[in-house]
């Protein structure tokens, strides 16, 4: 089955910083790759996704970028604040639809 | 308009009793998938169900079950509770005809004893 392998597993930047998760994943089959956010005791939110037929997207400070060939994808936060603390999971799927694989989690924590 | 919700929000088990979970999916979402999540886990697909049958399945025992109802809402049964069953149960719905994004609920967390 699909694995999916995120780094690194914490994460620590100061204010204002640009911010880097990178994870891979092993089916060549999976198109697509959603990134959820995942505060302490609250539910995965979804906040940026990605689908094979695009290499890069972005949402404000927020992207994500692909790379099928080598069968990584990234996520970038810019300008980052407090506030963006807390866990990101990467996943991968056959389909949106389907089930999602994730990455074991990268704790980030920004510092003021 | 009401996101995923769950119930209960905690529960407490024994060893060897039998627990039933709840989720009622998003307005106008369809197909609803569980997850397990393990404390510093990421969540694990259990199965998800769609038109009230089970189309994918996890690398979960059969003493994980599941059923969807004409209302789309969904219920995760678990027989037979070990200890390292204790994790939060993640209920996530989505749409097949809007993009099937996945929206997670708040989850409920299951302790076994």
């Known amino acids: 089955g699909e694995n999916v392998e995120q780094h690194p597993s914490t994460l620590s930047v100061q204010e204002g910083d640009s911010a880097v998760i990178k994870c891979t994943y092993s089916?060549?089959?999976?198109?697509?790759f959603p990134w959820y956010k995942q505060e302490l005791g609250k539910r995965p939110q979804l906040i940026i996704d990605i689908r094979s037929n695009v290499g890069e997207k972005k949402d404000q400070r927020i992207a994500v970028t692909l790379n099928k060939t080598a069968k990584h994808f990234s996520l970038h936060i810019t300008e980052t604040q407090p506030e963006d603390s807390a866990v990101y999971f990467c996943?991968?799927?056959?389909?949106?639809?389907?089930?999602?694989?994730f990455g074991k989690g990268t704790s980030l924590l920004v510092t003021p | 308009d009401a996101g995923v919700t769950q119930s209960p929000t905690h529960l407490i088990k024994t060893r060897g009793q039998q627990v039933t979970l709840r989720c009622s999916p998003k307005s106008g979402h369809d197909t609803v998938s569980w997850y397990q999540q393990a404390l510093g886990q990421g969540p694990q697909f259990i199965f998800q169900y769609y038109e009230e049958e089970e189309r994918q399945r996890g690398n979960f025992p059969d003493r994980f079950s599941g059923h969807q109802f004409p209302n789309y809402s969904s219920e995760l049964n678990v027989n037979a509770l070990l200890l390292g069953d204790s994790a939060l149960y993640l209920c996530?719905?989505?749409?097949?005809?809007?993009?099937?994004?996945?929206?997670f609920g708040p989850g409920t967390r299951l302790t076994v004893l």
């Open positions: 996530a719905s989505s749409s097949s005809s809007r993009g099937n994004e996945q929206f």
């Open positions: 089916d060549s089959a999976s198109n697509y």
């Open positions: 996943a991968a799927s056959r389909n949106s639809g389907y089930a999602l694989n």
